[in-house]
């Protein structure tokens, strides 16, 4: 259906406005009901409670009877309303058509007349889309309520009504611009009472400024029992009260009110704070009547859909609270209601002191024209409304006050360490005073009053701007600071992991060297096992074969032999028998195709054993050769082996013979060794002594060069044993021999060299030795020949 079809939506005769998309602002509703955590099924309960409303003004009624009494039309309209709040069909109608009043013990049901019926009707769509706002604002809190439970604040916007004056202003109109009253001062008493009252004190000069009250209009909502929420109360209770009496009520007691002016037939004037509004109190009773009766209630609370429930249950705990004000009975009602107004009061002083316990702050709106076109300014207008809301004392207000306002302990502690001087030991006061002198802000700027500094507006912006410079510094050399110390932590803790990541690799890497060392072994024992098998398998292979060739030589000799006699024994008896003949032609063509075969194969084998026999000389060949070679080497080692014996055999036999004659001549010579001594003196003892030592070193160095040279002798020709043996196949060994053997004799060669220069280093000692003692003999016969010439004389 189009919005033209709801009779609800078309009394304003306007459907759409321009530039507004209703699909787009439809998605942006959704999307918003997802942010706060509205689930599907919610938001579908939510829309059907909208499209019960749209349809409950498509309701009609039918006469029944003389008496003007209606029911219900079943309808399209009546079945959707039944289906989307989840009712029976016959309750709806019981409860928009009839009314349940209880006299005494009993119930009596009362048929409801068009009007009636009617304002049934409109009560309970009222009351389901305000119940429903009223849902729809508790579970927005709920969701917003996260972060108050965490940090117990939280920041509330209130969108006020803002006062409306049209050509004809009725009940909404009536509580909207109270509303405002009471918001305006609200604001009043917070931009001018308390801010004047602050000043003042706190002991500082100021030059009160002068404000509008609206003390007075409020007085004329408010006051009991003579004002207009009172009255309108009061005349609600009268089952006979109708507008014209509450006109003709208002004018007589209110008359003498400066803010109450009368007018003729139903209306009067109320000069609010922003101008003077005229209201018609035609509906003023029946609006203010509370039309939702208990029959609607439980009708809500017997719906299967829990939205209707979650309603009746709200307003059922609503009306069962103490009542406090007028109480009116409604066509003897079975309990005790408030009055829309009363409601609408008591909800306007909820709000006003939850605002008292928060931090407020304004936002004023001003509306350029009264077409809601854009580009139009109409001046009148504009400075009408600043007028009205106090926008102008405020811009007053700011700029003869101080907007800017710090304790002395709070102004000390924020800004007494950018002073040059310590002041530390005073108190805050003098060291707010000395900030105050050193940034050279003007007296007339600031004030200081008993517990506070007043600053005029963009004057604390100079301190902090200096204190935030500073601050910044602070916080550069902080950071070079703590970055140094982070990067020396890093170092350590960068050289603490890389010393244990080297511990830790070098062991992973041990243990996997380890587990790779045995795996080798491993493979050489099993590639050792595996070679040696297959070798094995190898050699029993050419076995086999070699004898199931001999077999099958032998066997074809022994068959060939045969074969030759039966052939001489068939020739003998060929004459006999034809038949025999015959068989032993094709035994015998059998056996010379076999015989071929045999010679074939043999044939193959013999080449084989040529190849075989080709390859064992060429092993043979070179196995001489090495053969030779050894022997040649042997002969050579023999040879100098010899030479060295030989050396060795001539120094042993002259060191022999020269300690013989040593002995004889210390025998011969023994008579004769104190006159020797005598003569020659202790030069003599010290030579003989000299000669006696070497010679005993030079022994010892001999028989050590025989006895190395017996060891290395002994080595060198067991290691080439070795190589020979393992050259022949006679012992297994993992080496190669041809390489062992030139490493052999290079070291032999080497060795060699070596032991030729200590040998020929020996003799030249010997020599040197031998010379000495030559010319100690050359003494001595000199000294016979003396001894012996005196002896003669």
Same mark, same amino acid.
């Given at each position: 259906?189009?919005?033209?079809?709801?009779?609800?939506?078309?009394?304003?005769?306007?459907?759409?406005?321009?530039?507004?998309?209703?699909?787009?602002?439809?998605?942006?509703?959704?999307?918003?009901?997802?942010?706060?955590?509205?689930?599907?099924?919610?938001?579908?309960?939510?829309?059907?409670?909208?499209?019960?409303?749209?349809?409950?003004?498509?309701?009609?009624?039918?006469?029944?009877?003389?008496?003007?009494?209606?029911?219900?039309?079943?309808?399209?309209?009546?079945?959707?309303?039944?289906?989307?709040?989840?009712?029976?069909?016959?309750?709806?109608?019981?409860?928009?058509?009839?009314?349940?009043?209880?006299?005494?013990?009993?119930?009596?049901?009362?048929?409801?007349?068009?009007?009636?019926?009617?304002?049934?009707?409109?009560?309970?769509?009222?009351?389901?889309?305000?119940?429903?706002?009223?849902?729809?604002?508790?579970?927005?809190?709920?969701?917003?309520?996260?972060?108050?439970?965490?940090?117990?604040?939280?920041?509330?916007?209130?969108?006020?009504?803002?006062?409306?004056?049209?050509?004809?202003?009725?009940?909404?109109?009536?509580?909207?611009?109270?509303?405002?009253?009471?918001?305006?001062?609200?604001?009043?008493?917070?931009?001018?009472?308390?801010?004047?009252?602050?000043?003042?004190?706190?002991?500082?000069?100021?030059?009160?400024?002068?404000?509008?009250?609206?003390?007075?209009?409020?007085?004329?909502?408010?006051?009991?029992?003579?004002?207009?929420?009172?009255?309108?109360?009061?005349?609600?209770?009268?089952?006979?009260?109708?507008?014209?009496?509450?006109?003709?009520?208002?004018?007589?007691?209110?008359?003498?009110?400066?803010?109450?002016?009368?007018?003729?037939?139903?209306?009067?004037?109320?000069?609010?704070?922003?101008?003077?509004?005229?209201?018609?109190?035609?509906?003023?009773?029946?609006?203010?009547?509370?039309?939702?009766?208990?029959?609607?209630?439980?009708?809500?609370?017997?719906?299967?859909?829990?939205?209707?429930?979650?309603?009746?249950?709200?307003?059922?705990?609503?009306?069962?609270?103490?009542?406090?004000?007028?109480?009116?009975?409604?066509?003897?009602?079975?309990?005790?209601?408030?009055?829309?107004?009363?409601?609408?009061?008591?909800?306007?002083?909820?709000?006003?002191?939850?605002?008292?316990?928060?931090?407020?702050?304004?936002?004023?709106?001003?509306?350029?024209?009264?077409?809601?076109?854009?580009?139009?300014?109409?001046?009148?207008?504009?400075?009408?409304?600043?007028?009205?809301?106090?926008?102008?004392?405020?811009?007053?207000?700011?700029?003869?006050?101080?907007?800017?306002?710090?304790?002395?302990?709070?102004?000390?502690?924020?800004?007494?360490?950018?002073?040059?001087?310590?002041?530390?030991?005073?108190?805050?006061?003098?060291?707010?005073?000395?900030?105050?002198?050193?940034?050279?802000?003007?007296?007339?700027?600031?004030?200081?009053?008993?517990?506070?500094?007043?600053?005029?507006?963009?004057?604390?912006?100079?301190?902090?701007?200096?204190?935030?410079?500073?601050?910044?510094?602070?916080?550069?050399?902080?950071?070079?600071?703590?970055?140094?110390? /982070? $990067?020396?932590? %890093? +170092?350590?803790?960068?050289?603490?992991?890389?010393?244990? *990541? =080297?511990? #830790? !690799? @070098?062991?992973?890497?041990?243990?996997?060297?380890?587990?790779?060392?045995?795996?080798?072994?491993?493979?050489?024992?099993?590639?050792?096992?595996?070679?040696?098998?297959? /070798? $094995?398998?190898? %050699? +029993?292979?050419?076995?086999?074969?070699?004898?199931?060739? *001999? =077999?099958? #030589? !032998? @066997?074809?000799?022994?068959?060939?032999?045969?074969?030759?006699?039966?052939?001489?024994?068939?020739?003998?008896?060929?004459?006999?028998?034809?038949?025999?003949?015959?068989?032993?032609?094709?035994? %015998?063509?059998?056996?010379?195709?076999?015989?071929?075969?045999?010679?074939?194969?043999? !044939?193959?084998?013999?080449?084989?054993?040529?190849?075989?026999?080709?390859?064992?000389?060429?092993?043979?060949?070179?196995?001489?050769?090495?053969?030779?070679?050894?022997?040649?080497?042997?002969?050579?080692?023999?040879?100098?082996?010899?030479?060295?014996?030989?050396?060795?055999?001539?120094?042993?036999?002259?060191?022999?013979?020269?300690?013989?004659?040593?002995?004889?001549?210390?025998?011969?010579?023994?008579?004769?060794?104190?006159?020797?001594?005598?003569?020659?003196?202790?030069?003599?003892?010290?030579?003989?002594?000299?000669?006696?030592?070497?010679?005993?070193?030079?022994?010892?160095?001999?028989?050590?060069?025989?006895?190395?040279?017996?060891?290395?002798?002994?080595?060198?020709?067991?290691?080439?044993?070795?190589?020979?043996?393992?050259?022949?196949?006679?012992?297994?060994?993992?080496?190669?021999?041809?390489?062992?053997?030139?490493?052999?004799?290079?070291?032999?060669?080497?060795?060699?060299?070596?032991?030729?220069?200590?040998?020929?280093?020996?003799?030249?000692?010997?020599?040197?030795?031998?010379?000495?003692?030559?010319?100690?003999?050359?003494?001595?016969?000199?000294?016979?020949?003396?001894?012996?010439?005196?002896?003669?004389?």
């Amino acid at each position: 259906m189009s919005a033209k079809e709801y009779k609800y939506l078309r009394q304003s005769s306007c459907y759409s406005i321009n530039g507004v998309d209703d699909a787009e602002q439809f998605r942006i509703v959704v999307e918003a009901l997802d942010i706060v955590h509205v689930s599907k099924e919610d938001q579908e309960s939510v829309f059907a409670m909208l499209a019960a409303v749209l349809w409950l003004g498509n309701v009609s009624f039918t006469v029944i009877d003389n008496e003007n009494h209606v029911e219900p039309v079943a309808d399209e309209g009546l079945i959707t309303v039944a289906k989307l709040i989840g009712c029976d069909i016959g309750e709806l109608k019981l409860a928009l058509s009839t009314r349940k009043m209880r006299v005494g013990n009993d119930t009596i049901v009362q048929n409801l007349t068009l009007s009636q019926a009617t304002d049934t009707r409109d009560a309970l769509a009222k009351s389901i889309y305000a119940c429903l706002f009223e849902w729809l604002v508790e579970q927005i809190n709920k969701s917003l309520a996260v972060g108050k439970r965490r940090t117990g604040r939280s920041i509330s916007i209130l969108d006020i009504y803002g006062f409306e004056s049209f050509d004809r202003n009725s009940f909404e109109q009536f509580c909207i611009n109270y509303a405002n009253e009471r918001l305006q001062q609200h604001f009043n008493r917070h931009l001018f009472k308390l801010e004047q009252e602050e000043y003042i004190q706190d002991g500082i000069d100021w030059a009160k400024v002068d404000f509008e009250d609206n003390k007075d209009c409020l007085n004329l909502f408010e006051k009991k029992p003579l004002g207009l929420l009172s009255l309108l109360d009061e005349e609600s209770t009268f089952p006979n009260g109708t507008d014209l009496t509450f006109a003709n009520k208002l004018k007589q007691h209110l008359n003498s009110n400066p803010c109450f002016r009368g007018e003729r037939d139903k209306s009067f004037t109320v000069s609010h704070y922003a101008g003077e509004v005229i209201y018609d109190t035609t509906g003023f009773l029946e609006k203010n009547r509370d039309l939702l009766h208990l029959d609607s209630i439980e009708l809500l609370s017997s719906c299967s859909c829990h939205l209707p429930q979650i309603f009746a249950s709200n307003m059922l705990s609503q009306s069962n609270k103490p009542v406090v004000g007028p109480l009116y009975k409604a066509g003897g009602a079975d309990s005790q209601k408030l009055s829309v107004a009363t409601k609408f009061k008591g909800q306007l002083f909820q709000l006003m002191q939850r605002l008292e316990s928060t931090t407020p702050h304004f936002i004023r709106c001003i509306k350029p024209n009264n077409f809601q076109s854009p580009g139009l300014y109409e001046q009148g207008l504009v400075l009408q409304q600043l007028r009205c809301c106090g926008v102008l004392e405020v811009v007053r207000i700011s700029r003869s006050g101080f907007p800017t306002r710090m304790s002395h302990q709070k102004f000390a502690r924020r800004y007494g360490f950018l002073l040059l001087e310590s002041v530390a030991s005073q108190d805050p006061l003098s060291v707010s005073v000395a900030i105050l002198h050193q940034f050279n802000i003007l007296p007339e700027m600031y004030q200081v009053g008993y517990t506070k500094l007043f600053f005029r507006a963009g004057q604390i912006g100079m301190l902090e701007d200096t204190r935030n410079r500073t601050l910044h510094g602070i916080l550069r050399v902080q950071s070079c600071f703590r970055g140094h110390q /982070a $990067r020396l932590c %890093l +170092k350590e803790l960068r050289r603490g992991i890389v010393a244990l *990541q =080297s511990f #830790i !690799r @070098g062991e992973k890497i041990r243990k996997e060297y380890a587990l790779v060392l045995q795996r080798h072994r491993a493979a050489v024992v099993i590639q050792r096992q595996i070679k040696s098998r297959v /070798a $094995r398998q190898k %050699l +029993k292979n050419i076995k086999y074969s070699s004898i199931m060739i *001999q =077999s099958v #030589i !032998r @066997g074809w000799l022994v068959r060939r032999c045969s074969g030759d006699i039966c052939l001489l024994k068939s020739v003998e008896s060929k004459g006999n028998d034809s038949d025999e003949v015959l068989v032993k032609a094709s035994f %015998l063509a059998e056996l010379q195709r076999r015989v071929l075969k045999a010679e074939a194969a043999l !044939r193959e084998k013999e080449e084989e054993n040529d190849i075989l026999h080709q390859r064992l000389q060429q092993y043979e060949s070179r196995w001489s050769e090495y053969e030779q070679k050894m022997k040649s080497m042997e002969e050579v080692w023999q040879k100098q082996m010899r030479s060295l014996q030989s050396s060795l055999s001539i120094a042993k036999k002259s060191l022999a013979i020269d300690d013989s004659e040593r002995n004889s001549d210390a025998s011969v010579n023994a008579s004769d060794e104190v006159e020797y001594s005598w003569d020659t003196g202790s030069n003599c003892k010290g030579q003989e002594s000299n000669g006696v030592r070497p010679m005993s070193a030079g022994l010892s160095v001999i028989s050590r060069l025989a006895e190395e040279f017996d060891q290395r002798s002994q080595v060198f020709g067991d290691d080439a044993k070795f190589l020979v043996e393992v050259k022949s196949g006679q012992v297994e060994a993992s080496l190669n021999p041809d390489k062992e053997l030139r490493r052999l004799k290079q070291m032999f060669e080497a060795w060699k060299k070596d032991y030729g220069s200590r040998l020929r280093e020996t003799k030249v000692i010997l020599n040197k030795l031998g010379s000495e003692e030559g010319a100690i003999d050359r003494v001595k016969k000199k000294w016979w020949g003396r001894r012996n010439s005196t002896r003669i004389n």
